[in-house]
């Protein structure tokens, strides 16, 4: 089994690069993020240890921002194609983060999705659309992008900056509104990296992740939910089904396959994984591939986060049946000293089966790798029971 | 030298393959003349996951059994198990419209033929119909009606299903090798027929059989079967559970299980540790014994706890012969007492019975499966060696000694 996933966060124009910046800068473990832009003022108000830039377009823009112009946008990323592809030798994913609506993220982002599957990196793009106030114009800008950007990554999940305002109220200013949009989406891009790159006791197989991505057909939707305190599970999965990105919940039952992240202190217990399980399974359909994972990281003791990938098609390989996997849950208080066996008494399947199974398996379970969990009443049995029952030895 | 083909029981467990042979002697007893048991690789939940590595055990253990008995084995009785088999109870009535009101065995095959047209989504195959009883006008509940009055005829039956597609993995297996199948049959009904005698039927049982992938079960509750079904929790998840605990292989994990482990902690020895050598990739260390069983104990406790929810709630006196445990997880330390606690029945250990010949190899809970087949097996030839009239009137004949000895067990449905 693959360790971690190596994962990478580039945001591209404004939009993202305030996104990565924050994500850089609030976290003392941050993902490998780099803010790619052409405006130069701009990435020079973080310094370079805490924020790794790249400059891109200096010819054609010498420096400055690319004026709104997608066009542009797309030209100074095909003018450095070559140090941008760089940027994806030895990662698995790519997730690029921007706003489209503008010139340099609309038009590049494209671009650059082509260039991280072109060096075998899946490509994920997380891209904010533009508030109603902004204008028809740069919607529509924003709507060309989105679509272009569909043909180029992997997946790309839209959020839709308009749907905040229900989470907000009427009478936020604009510069909070952004604001709390580039930090909703900083923790969720966080608790995403947490979980891929520092797998707790639930890890995700790579190989499962790619199989959804893959199968994803172009379109995400995603969800995050904060939550502390002592009902901080319950409360963190409330406010993800109340998301705005997921319109209440609906995207959730409509969707196809789900990934969830749940990302807390070491203080996190087994219950609280298991009510999150429940609560998002209750919301998506019952035959709905479910993949969770867990992480753990002390700078959230105290606070529970919950990031939800969802993706509204999702097909398996035409070459086998899709096994269905269920909530999975672990507990990352009884944690063994030492990381648990792995011994391979089964055949290793190829990549290619590998990629048909959809199911989340705590790790440690290698045992029953191949075989469908075993699942009563939403609990995976294949856990050890004195695990779920928080038993100790 | 027996005049009967000989039968050959095959089952492909998570843990073994184990095959036997059984002659059929003149008297009517069945001599077991050949078998074996060969490590099962592939196979994981009762169901097979690399079928490759699994045939290659399987023709082993066959090549094996054939020179024991002195056979060519050219067909085998399999049993298959897995969580995707599951029983329900399925009843048709018919109106009798003779004007004697006298209920007729053409009566009694109608209503067993409206039964079965029970509609079953495609993906599903009948692995047994079985005969539990009939209700004549609402209220006389009888083993078999022919010949009595009424004006409205009952059946009930228990249909014992599977997912068709995963039914057909271990039979594509063995056609491959080339093998012909005679008949698959659910591995809990054939350690039910292997390891319990007509009166314990008769008085009501638990049969659990606790399996290296999966636990079988098969209730008998007033004089029939009232529930049939698997889990996919077995001796592996036991195994599984210590070496993840203990962080140690899991071959260390199973022997810690075999030599010291126990369904029950034993108190008074609990802190006593127990040395797990290092080896490739795993550090030395020390488990104290309660922990162990510990670990042993959440899980047997749970599967118990399972199994009782899935039956539902039967009074004592439907079940008075208490709980049967058998298969290979049944020789686990103190798995008596604790099923003793949870069910609140007395429970004994089920070692194959009613077979002549190498039962001295066969006398092991872990081959009840096996033993249950080959009588499965006889059931099924003796069957086909009547005519067809024949078959049906001994049929019916012998449903009333049958249903009170235990019910008869129809073909393959499907």
């Known amino acids: 089994m693959k360790g971690a996933i190596q994962l990478a966060v580039l945001g591209v124009g404004h939009a993202g690069i305030h996104i990565v910046a924050r994500l850089a800068a609030e976290w003392s473990e941050p993902p490998p993020v780099v803010a790619i832009g052409s405006d130069r003022a701009l990435l020079s108000q973080w310094p370079e240890e805490v924020l790794p830039r790249l400059l891109i377009g200096d010819a054609l823009t010498g420096g400055r921002s690319t004026g709104g112009d997608p066009e542009i946008g797309r030209q100074v990323a095909e003018a450095d194609r070559a140090r941008l592809q760089n940027l994806f030798n030895g990662y698995d994913l790519a997730v690029l983060v921007g706003g489209l609506g503008g010139g340099l993220a609309t038009g590049a982002l494209p671009v650059m999705a082509r260039l991280a599957r072109a060096s075998g990196c899946l490509a994920i793009a997380l891209v904010t659309l533009p508030f109603d106030f902004e204008g028809e114009y740069r919607r529509r800008r924003a709507e060309t992008g989105l679509q272009a950007l569909q043909e180029a990554a992997d997946v790309v999940v839209a959020l839709p900056n308009q749907k905040l305002f229900r989470l907000m109220g009427g009478d936020v200013r604009v510069a909070e509104a952004f604001e709390r949009a580039d930090v909703m989406v900083s923790h969720a891009l966080y608790c995403l990296w947490r979980l891929m790159a520092r797998p707790g006791l639930m890890g995700l197989d790579f190989a499962d992740v790619r199989a959804l991505i893959k199968g994803a057909g172009g379109i995400g939707a995603f969800g995050y939910g904060e939550g502390s305190g002592s009902g901080r599970a319950v409360q963190a999965a409330q406010r993800l089904l109340e998301s705005p990105y997921l319109e209440s919940g609906r995207l959730l039952h409509e969707a196809e396959a789900v990934l969830v992240s749940v990302t807390g202190g070491t203080d996190m217990t087994l219950a609280e994984v298991d009510e999150i399980g429940r609560l998002i399974r209750g919301a998506t359909r019952a035959e709905t591939p479910l993949l969770m994972g867990t992480s753990v990281d002390p700078a959230w003791d105290g606070k529970i986060g919950i990031t939800v990938l969802a993706a509204e098609r999702w097909k398996a390989d035409s070459t086998g049946q899709l096994r269905l996997g269920l909530d999975s849950i672990g507990s990352p208080a009884s944690v063994p000293a030492s990381p648990p066996p792995q011994e391979r008494e089964g055949p290793e399947r190829s990549e290619g089966q590998r990629e048909l199974t959809l199911a989340a398996r705590p790790r440690g379970l290698d045992r029953f790798k191949g075989s469908e969990p075993t699942v009563e009443n939403g609990e995976n049995l294949d856990i050890p029971t004195f695990m779920r029952r928080n038993v100790s030895l | ?414």
């Open chain 2, 1 to 414: 030298m027996s005049h009967y083909p000989p039968i050959v029981a095959l089952e492909i467990g998570t843990t073994k393959v184990a095959v036997a042979v059984g002659e059929k002697q003149s008297d009517g007893s069945i001599l077991v003349t050949g078998f074996s048991r060969e490590e099962s690789k592939g196979v994981r939940k009762g169901e097979i996951i690399d079928v490759d590595t699994a045939q290659a055990g399987v023709r082993r253990a066959l090549t094996a059994a054939e020179e024991g008995a002195q056979v060519d084995i050219e067909r085998v009785c399999l049993a298959v198990s897995g969580s995707h088999i599951r029983s329900e109870h399925h009843q048709a009535a018919i109106p009798i419209t003779s004007e004697t009101g006298l209920i007729t065995e053409a009566d009694e095959v109608a209503v067993t033929e409206l039964v079965k047209a029970t509609h079953f989504p495609p993906d599903r195959e009948v692995l047994h119909w079985i005969p539990l009883h009939y209700t004549i006008d609402g209220e006389r509940v009888v083993p078999r009606a022919a010949g009595m009055e009424g004006s409205r005829l009952e059946l009930r039956m228990l249909i014992i299903h599977g997912d068709r597609k995963r039914l057909h993995t271990p039979a594509i297996l063995v056609r491959e090798l080339p093998l012909e199948v005679e008949s698959l049959a659910f591995g809990g009904l054939c350690s039910a027929l292997g390891v319990l005698t007509p009166e314990q039927k008769k008085e009501g049982v638990l049969v659990v059989d606790l399996g290296g992938g999966t636990t079988d079960y098969l209730l008998y509750a007033s004089s029939t079967i009232a529930h049939a079904g698997s889990l996919a929790i077995g001796g592996d998840h036991v195994t599984n559970d210590i070496s993840y605990a203990f962080a140690v292989s899991t071959r260390s994990a199973e022997r810690l299980k075999r030599e010291h482990g126990a369904a029950l902690v034993d108190m008074a020895n609990r802190l006593q540790t127990l040395r797990i050598p290092a080896e490739l990739g795993f550090q030395e260390r020390t488990v104290a014994l309660g922990a162990l069983q510990t670990v042993i104990h959440e899980r047997m406790d749970e599967l118990f706890n399972l199994i009782k929810k899935r039956i539902g709630d039967h009074p004592r006196h439907e079940i008075r012969a208490g709980v049967v445990l058998t298969g290979g997880g049944a020789k686990l330390r103190h798995v008596r007492e604790l099923a003793e606690k949870i069910f609140r029945l007395p429970c004994t250990i089920g070692v194959p019975t009613g077979l002549d010949g190498l039962t001295g190899q066969l006398d092991d809970p872990e081959f009840a499966t096996v033993a249950g087949l080959i009588k499965y097996g006889d059931f099924l030839a003796r069957r086909q060696e009547e005519g067809f009239w024949t078959r049906f009137w001994r049929r019916f004949a012998s449903w009333g000694r049958r249903a009170a000895s235990g019910p008869a067990i129809e073909e393959n449905g499907g």
